[in-house]
């Protein structure tokens, strides 16, 4: 990229970084410390507001980066990522917004424990939610070096590096300073630029084409060098029983996993009432449907226009191919027009990574404070003392996303967040499910079900060609690859339902039928609702 390129989007990306500290600063000097205040922002937001925010978290740089990059890439094939992403909050409107909101406080331990033994679930489910948010995080963590490697023309590993120790970095100063609500709004404002964005280039790539979609998509197969092949199935995943399967697992974890990511499930905390968390889900999905749609446009548009092979060698994962379609829109490399069209496109995107993060951050530390501190100490500690617990954890889990962050920077980071829905599916949707729905329920079944999901999914993913036995493995110099499968979610989403059922079944604990009774009133009713 040239000296502009460079310049302007530095720019940018200082400008929003000084916007979003000031929203921190300004929120941290409001706040009063209380859990409250810091998990769940003082539960203070509208429908609308939290609909925006839920969709600012939701919309992270696996979306706007990761599967364009792959629709440019595969064509149809990729569009299983944009169509499992939306489909899944069905299940989370239907399912879990409500019931949710009613049952727990601050973190999903919080519905399970209200009718089981309260130490061993919130354990599990701490535990669980933290391996799933760490997971997340990388993804953004890769979005993030991939972004800076393209600004700076891959003028080396160190400056990708610094990228992402910086990203982690900031996002612990968002979650240690402005809690819950500096993080709401910083989500809020990335929502409003990342749609902008996305709709500007989406106009731009269907003008180019004078509006004619049909166009549009006969030549992005002709240049994706596949032909009528890029706008079938199987470009991806239509080789053998062993690309067929992965297909499966991967639209398994992308339309279940959603309803069990820790993020996402705290968002329902931030609202005064059950029908505010309901809208705010209708609101999201308005946004996110719309949002989506048009990563359809930019993926083809990126083929059509850019050029797959041209994709491939800027990022082997096509992390790239929106930045470089924004260039190619503006005038091309050189022109006035594309220097400013890149440079607010890779401002908009590392706003996203950016906002993501610190959402995420935010999840997993209250994780770590709430359920497995407030859970070890065997007695509850002071709010003030949890809350502090929770910035310090903030440091710790950036640290760990920082190192696996650099570890991971040649994986498409769409299908990095496809483990981490394989894991939210397999780990936290059977026991927040059976939680909700199944009377005869206990605490052997909640503890299993967690470790039963996690645990193989886990393990599986360690086994997989994602870890080692190819040439792009983390390891490919290594080879312990066992499972063939890269994503692990039609193997150990059902073994979640199943260990929490045989836990359960096995279980020489009596299912406590008053707490049901009480826990499916106030799920219903909101009666007794925090």
Not at 360 to 365: C, D, R, Y
Not at 381 to 410: F, M, S, W
Request: with cysteine; net charge positive.
């Amino acid at each position: 990229m040239t000296g502009d390129h460079q310049t302007l989007a530095l720019l940018l990306f200082s400008t929003f970084i000084a916007v979003t500290l000031g929203i921190t600063t300004w929120v941290s000097r409001k706040r009063h410390g209380s859990a409250e205040e810091f998990y769940a922002g003082g539960r203070l937001f509208s429908p609308m507001e939290n609909g925006f925010a839920i969709a600012g978290d939701y919309m992270s740089a696996a979306s706007f980066l990761g599967i364009s990059g792959l629709i440019a890439l595969f064509g149809y094939d990729g569009l299983l990522y944009s169509v499992g992403f939306l489909v899944a909050w069905l299940v989370v409107l239907f399912l879990v917004a409500e019931l949710v909101r009613n049952c727990g406080r601050f973190t999903l331990a919080d519905v399970v424990a209200t009718r089981m033994t309260e130490r061993p679930v919130r354990i599990a489910a701490g535990t669980s939610s933290v391996a799933v948010s760490v997971l997340y995080l990388v993804a953004q963590m890769v979005g993030a070096g991939s972004l800076v490697a393209l600004l700076l023309g891959r003028t080396g590993e160190a400056a990708q590096a610094w990228t992402v120790i910086g990203v982690g970095a900031l996002m612990v100063i968002y979650v240690s300073l402005g809690g819950m609500r500096a993080t709401t709004w910083i989500q809020i404002v990335k929502a409003v630029l990342l749609l902008g964005g996305t709709v500007a280039l989406t106009v731009l790539v269907l003008a180019r084409f004078q509006g004619d979609f049909d166009r549009l998509l006969l030549t992005a197969a002709e240049r994706s060098g596949h032909g009528a092949a890029f706008l079938a199935p199987g470009l991806k995943y239509g080789g053998d029983w062993t690309a067929r399967l992965d297909f499966m697992s991967l639209g398994l974890a992308l339309v279940l996993g959603t309803a069990g990511l820790p993020h996402i499930l705290s968002r329902f905390y931030t609202v005064p009432t059950a029908r505010a968390a309901r809208r705010s889900v209708v609101w999201s999905i308005g946004l996110i449907g719309g949002f989506y749609l048009m990563t359809i446009v930019l993926g083809f548009g990126a083929a059509a226009i850019v050029g797959t092979d041209a994709v491939r060698r800027s990022n082997a994962a096509g992390n790239t191919a929106v930045p470089l379609l924004a260039l190619d829109l503006g005038g091309g490399a050189g022109s006035t027009g594309g220097t400013v069209l890149f440079a607010l496109v890779a401002a908009i995107a590392f706003a996203t990574i950016l906002a993501v993060v610190a959402g995420v951050t935010l999840a997993s530390s209250a994780s770590v404070a709430h359920d497995l501190y407030a859970s070890l100490r065997r007695r509850h500690a002071e709010p003030r003392r949890e809350v502090a617990v929770a910035r310090i954890a903030a440091a710790g889990i950036g640290v760990v996303a920082i190192g696996l962050g650099l570890l991971a920077r040649d994986l498409n980071v769409a299908f990095l967040v496809g483990l981490a829905f394989a894991v939210a599916a397999s780990a936290n949707l059977p026991v927040l499910l059976y939680s909700l729905f199944w009377r005869g329920f206990t605490t052997r079944g909640a503890v299993w079900a967690v470790y039963g999901g996690l645990a193989p999914a886990l393990v599986l993913v360690l086994l997989s060609p994602v870890v080692s036995g190819s040439p792009q493995s983390l390891f490919p110099h290594l080879d312990f690859q066992w499972f063939p499968l890269q994503n692990p979610g039609l193997v150990s989403i059902p073994l979640g339902f199943l260990a929490g059922w045989l836990g359960t079944v096995t279980s020489a604990e009596a299912p406590d039928e008053a707490k049901h009774a009480e826990t499916e009133v106030r799920a219903l009713t909101g009666a007794g609702a925090v």
